[in-house]
């Protein structure tokens, strides 16, 4: 019988976009944490993970699949919500289609029609299942042991799907924790085996079984870590304990999250083990003069989630437990950076959405803000930070560090870091982050605006603060964070005219000489912003243009032909040099050059 397929496209958003879908995700993970911690039959855990995946995406079928290397093949083990019997004994030579892809090749994939994608490597036997099964969209995400690959997590629909990257970081998540579960049962069978074999030699099967049974203890409350919700530090107490040894942990960007040691060590010195622990999957021994450190790399897939460090030689018998704790570290940062991920795009599309023109919904906008403890009627602070992209995700993620939990939303907006926090008094917050930023050897610069009345007027509040931002750049002066007092005279123009005026005030007092600029592709007008810039000081200014002192001066005097010689005395200088500093904020760089 061939399963009838859906008709029609459908994308198949991740649930984590809400914080419904946060929460659901929560609740899987929880779940399965608790299945770890108390359920013996790893079968039932791994068909609890399995049931969870498809209701968490939202999918047709969910269905988890093992390795053969002997027979070069994978094979399904587990399903949720396949129909046909074929579909389920599907054994698959690794490498070929969407399963065996995933399954080998050790990275995530996705298709959103199968049978007519011409880069899969299709079997024609398999292709006839799968059109049995009425399967059009199948995504699958490897699942590793220490390195190694395993098997596969898969979730498929009988519609013409698109995943998207929420969908497959959901899949990446779940596929983590059944490595864990496939472990313990590994495990289980392991001490089964040796039990089995002490009773006839007892003398040489001791102390393995010991070290495995030690390895299924620890395995245990890391799991209770899990449950507990302890994350990384939770794993360093364990771990020391089990060991004897100081711990230390990482996160992907080198920076220490937690360890009880005291010795001081700087990840990008271990970067050659971590490399090489990733590769493998295995631990890497770096001999130090005062004790050697064991490295083991926390990843999924292809990418260093973080590294375990244990300061000292703990022997061999002990080193399977520093990689299976670097399996829960990965377990645990996959699923951090899940929920970050979550509430950055959550935020992402909250201040999108504040800053478009679209109509939005007051009561839906209310409830979407109050999770940020914001509120429609009340005051707030909009933030630009300008930063090098290199350092956007960074200036992020320091942003919500500074705010501590506290309210307020964060987000990359146009490629520029917005913060909006609730209240007034945002200066000293984008001064602190600034500041920090600056400290930390990350270029950055920042322009802070005031909505008297709340949110609906964050747009114009938004602009005010490109404005300032631009109008810092345009003056040189970098590394700061500035509001409209900042700025002197030029911050109350750019807070309380429009342009049109703004652009008016330029014109009445510098038309001839832009004039002037524009018939002869001179640059007398940057000459005379960066004469007035250097308190009128003709060699300071020849510096600055790299000319000679002679050339500024007659420079000078044509610019006084034009806009006649009081523009450099009061009470004109002042209007003319306002006039000037906003001509050269609104004048992009490469129209400077002499």
């Known amino acids: 019988m061939v399963l009838p397929a859906r008709s029609g496209n459908h994308v198949r958003k991740g649930p984590v976009l809400t914080s419904d879908g946060r929460e659901a995700l929560l609740q899987a993970v929880l779940e399965s944490n608790i299945d770890l911690a108390s359920m013996r039959d790893r079968r039932l855990i791994l068909q609890g993970i399995v049931r969870r995946?498809?209701?968490?995406?939202?999918?047709?079928?969910?269905?988890?699949?093992?390795?053969?290397?002997?027979?070069?093949?994978?094979?399904?083990?587990?399903?949720?919500?396949?129909?046909?019997?074929?579909?389920?004994?599907?054994?698959?030579?690794?490498?070929?289609?969407?399963?065996g892809a995933a399954a080998a090749g050790g990275t995530s994939i996705r298709t959103n029609d199968y049978l007519s994608d011409p880069h899969m490597?299709?079997?024609?036997?398999?292709?006839?299942?799968?059109?049995?099964?009425?399967?059009?969209?199948?995504?699958?995400?490897?699942?590793?042991i220490a390195g190694r690959v395993v098997g596969a997590l898969l979730v498929a629909s009988r519609s013409n799907t698109i995943y998207?990257?929420?969908?497959?970081?959901?899949?990446?998540?779940?596929?983590?924790?059944?490595?864990i579960a496939l472990e313990q049962e590994r495990l289980n069978e392991r001490i089964t085996s040796a039990e089995a074999l002490f009773g006839l030699t007892e003398s040489e099967h001791a102390s393995k079984l010991q070290s495995l049974s030690k390895l299924v203890t620890l395995d245990g409350q890391l799991t209770g870590c899990l449950l507990e919700g302890t994350?990384?530090?939770?794993?360093?107490?364990?771990?020391?304990?089990?060991?004897?040894?100081?711990?230390?942990?990482?996160?992907?960007?080198?920076?220490?999250?937690?360890?009880?040691?005291?010795?001081?060590?700087?990840?990008?010195?271990?970067?050659?083990?971590?490399?090489?622990?990733?590769?493998?999957?295995a631990a890497v021994t770096v001999n130090q003069e005062s004790s050697p450190l064991t490295v083991v790399a926390a990843v999924a897939g292809n990418e260093v989630l973080g590294t375990?460090?244990?300061?000292?030689?703990?022997?061999?018998?002990?080193?399977?437990?520093?990689?299976?704790?670097?399996?829960?570290?990965?377990?645990?940062?996959?699923?951090?950076?899940?929920?970050?991920?979550?509430?950055?795009?959550?935020?992402?599309?909250?201040?999108?959405?504040?800053?478009?023109?679209?109509?939005?919904d007051r009561t839906t906008l209310a409830?979407?803000?109050?999770?940020?403890?914001?509120?429609?009627?009340?005051?707030?602070?909009?933030?630009?930070?300008?930063?090098?992209?290199?350092?956007?995700?960074?200036?992020?993620?320091?942003?919500?560090?500074?705010?501590?939990?506290?309210?307020?939303?964060?987000?990359?907006?146009?490629?520029?870091?917005?913060?909006?926090?609730?209240?007034?008094d945002g200066l000293v917050w984008g001064e602190k982050l600034v500041t920090t930023l600056i400290a930390q050897g990350t270029a950055a610069t920042g322009g802070c605006s005031i909505a008297e009345k709340g949110p609906t007027q964050l747009r114009a509040a938004h602009q005010r603060a490109q404005d300032l931002v631009d109008a810092l750049n345009a003056l040189g002066r970098h590394s700061e964070c500035v509001d409209s007092t900042g700025l002197g005279l030029i911050g109350l123009l750019l807070g309380n005219a429009?342009?049109?005026?703004?652009?008016?005030?330029?014109?009445?007092?510098?038309?001839?000489?832009?004039?002037?600029?524009?018939?002869?592709?001179?640059?007398?007008?940057?000459?005379?912003?960066?004469?007035?810039?250097?308190?009128?000081?003709?060699?300071?200014?020849?510096?600055?243009?790299?000319?000679?002192?002679?050339t500024v001066r007659q420079r000078i005097e044509r610019i006084d032909s034009l806009l006649g010689s009081s523009w450099r005395r009061a009470p004109d200088l002042i209007d003319v040099h306002v006039a000037l500093r906003i001509w050269r904020m609104m004048t992009p760089p490469e129209s400077l050059k002499v």
């Open 164 to 179: 998207d990257d929420e969908a497959l970081t959901c899949l990446e998540a779940l596929a983590a924790q059944t490595a």
């Open 53 to 99: 995946t498809r209701a968490l995406i939202g999918t047709d079928m969910a269905y988890l699949s093992r390795n053969d290397l002997k027979a070069g093949e994978t094979f399904i083990d587990v399903t949720d919500g396949v129909e046909t019997e074929a579909y389920r004994q599907i054994r698959m030579p690794l490498g070929t289609g969407i399963l």
């Open 498 to 550: 429009n342009k049109q005026s703004i652009g008016n005030l330029v014109d009445q007092q510098l038309l001839p000489l832009l004039e002037y600029d524009k018939t002869r592709k001179t640059t007398l007008t940057h000459t005379a912003w960066t004469y007035l810039e250097n308190g009128s000081h003709a060699p300071n200014t020849a510096k600055n243009l790299n000319i000679h002192p002679n």
């Open 308 to 360: 375990v460090v244990a300061h000292g030689g703990p022997g061999m018998n002990l080193v399977p437990a520093i990689e299976r704790s670097a399996v829960f570290i990965s377990v645990m940062m996959l699923f951090e950076r899940t929920l970050i991920d979550a509430d950055q795009r959550t935020q992402a599309t909250l201040i999108d959405d504040l800053l478009s023109e679209r109509p939005l």
């Open 121 to 144: 490597n299709h079997l024609s036997f398999i292709d006839s299942i799968v059109e049995g099964e009425g399967v059009k969209a199948i995504m699958g995400a490897p699942i590793r």
């Open 231 to 281: 994350g990384p530090p939770g794993v360093v107490s364990v771990l020391s304990t089990a060991i004897g040894l100081p711990v230390s942990v990482f996160d992907a960007a080198g920076q220490l999250i937690v360890s009880n040691s005291h010795d001081g060590i700087l990840l990008p010195d271990l970067n050659a083990a971590v490399n090489t622990s990733a590769a493998s999957g």
């Open 367 to 424: 409830s979407r803000l109050a999770a940020y403890e914001l509120k429609i009627g009340d005051p707030c602070t909009m933030l630009v930070i300008n930063v090098l992209r290199r350092d956007r995700y960074k200036a992020m993620v320091l942003a919500r560090e500074l705010l501590g939990g506290k309210a307020g939303l964060v987000a990359l907006h146009e490629g520029h870091l917005c913060v909006m926090v609730p209240g007034s």
